[in-house]
Structures are given as structure tokens and as C-alpha cells.
T-cell receptor
């Protein structure tokens, strides 16, 4: 069965430190992959997406993600975290003919 | 500006009542979705629709109903049969998979928080 796993429920980083949020997927073939961000009480905003080609994709707000087929992973990274990055982050996957699957989310806290 | 609107932002329901959550989009998207979000459980699909007058159940459709009479509207009714309806509800839309954008990127509304009193 298809699934998306985010192993880290909660992460705390200091402002200015680097960030990596993990995402693993389980699909029959490589799905289309997405990262969304959600501020408290708000909807989800798309950060970036991967369909094919270059395995390092750039998104908004200085985020990037790297697709690694051998590890079935699509980890989100940011070189220097800002206090405004504190939010919930969701990884998602889609394969044609199937529904969208979301991970359970990773909550990010940024400390001064 | 194109986007998705959901109303109301907050909704309170008494036990035994049906309530309807509104979702409207002006993105000209064919597909629309309803998700339920509970802490620690991510997003779970309730219903989705790829075309007017047609919709399919998602993973947790019991106790919910939808209609799709217009392309831009996809209201969700939470019925009294839904035993634990308190949650945050998110509506989303996407261009039809297989069309010019076949990747099914989803766009989300701001959500409705439903609380049962």
C-alpha cells in the first residue's frame, strides 16, 4: 500500500541553524512529491514539488528538497532557519490513478 | 485573486445537528477534495470529486456527505451520524489529473474549525 512517512513528530532548532526534515515514501513507482507548510489555524501552502529531472528542487522561502530514489526519500532542507519558519510541515505524494497521500507532519519550533 | 474560500472559519454544533461547511474555488479546477485534520494524524481524505455531479468516498467518509452541483462549489455536510466531528476541515482543489497539469498539485483553503458542544 502507498504511504508517506515523516519519522520526526517534532523538531526544535535554533534560529540561524540549518534544518532537515525527513520524508520517506512507499509506492510501486516513483510518485510525484510535495512539501507543504501550515501555520497554526491556516490552510496548507505549497513549498516545492518534484516530478522528474534534477533531484534537487528549489522552493519558496529559501527551502530546497532532494529526491533520493535509492532511499525512497524526499528530505526538506533550509540552510538557515528564521523564527517565522516555525510551523507544521507536511510531505505528500501522488501517483496517477491514486489519491494524494500525506505524512503525519513534523512540527518545527525555532528558538532564539 | 484566484483561490479557495471556506466558510465559516469557526463553527459550533450541538449534538445531533447536521452542519454544512462551504468551499468555493475560482481557479477553474476540475477536482475538489475534503480533508479532516486531527492532531498527530495528518490529513485524512473524506470525499473527492473530479467532475460535476460525481464524487467518490475517501478513507473516512462515514458520517459525511457532499454534493457537486457546480464546478466551483463542493460543500461538505457533517451529519449527526459522525460520532466525533470536532476537527479542522480543509478543502482543496486541483487541475484534473491527465489534463494540461497532470501532476495533481493541490491548492488549499484556509480551513474551518468545527467544534461539537
Amino acid at each position: 500500500a502507498q504511504s508517506v512517512t515523516q519519522p520526526d513528530i517534532h523538531i526544535t532548532v535554533s534560529e540561524g541553524a540549518s534544518l532537515e526534515l525527513r520524508c520517506n515514501y512507499s509506492y510501486g513507482a516513483t510518485p510525484y512529491l510535495f512539501w507543504y507548510v501550515q501555520s497554526p489555524g491556516q490552510g496548507l501552502q505549497l513549498l516545492l514539488k518534484y516530478f522528474s529531472g534534477d533531484t534537487l528542487v528549489q522552493g519558496i522561502k529559501g527551502f530546497e528538497a532532494e529526491f533520493k530514489r535509492s532511499q525512497s526519500s524526499f528530505n526538506l532542507r533550509k540552510p538557515s532557519v528564521h523564527w517565522s519558519d516555525a510551523a507544521e510541515y507536511f510531505c505528500a505524494a501522488y501517483a496517477p490513478g491514486n489519491q494524494f497521500y500525506f505524512g503525519t507532519g513534523t512540527s518545527l519550533t525555532v528558538i532564539p | 485573486d484566484g483561490g479557495i474560500t471556506q466558510s465559516p472559519k469557526y463553527l459550533f454544533r450541538k449534538e445531533g445537528q447536521n452542519v454544512t461547511l462551504s468551499c468555493e474555488q475560482n481557479l477553474n479546477h476540475d477536482a475538489m477534495y475534503w480533508y479532516r485534520q486531527d492532531p498527530g494524524q495528518g490529513l485524512r481524505l473524506i470525499y473527492y470529486s473530479q467532475i460535476v455531479n460525481d464524487f467518490q468516498k475517501g478513507d473516512i467518509a462515514e458520517g459525511y456527505s457532499v454534493s457537486r452541483e457546480k464546478k466551483e462549489s463542493f460543500p461538505l455536510t457533517v451529519t449527526s451520524a459522525q460520532k466525533n466531528p470536532t476537527a479542522f476541515y480543509l478543502c482543496a482543489s486541483s487541475p484534473l489529473a491527465g489534463g494540461p497539469n497532470r501532476y495533481n498539485e493541490q491548492f488549499f483553503g484556509p480551513g474551518t474549525r468545527l467544534t461539537v458542544l
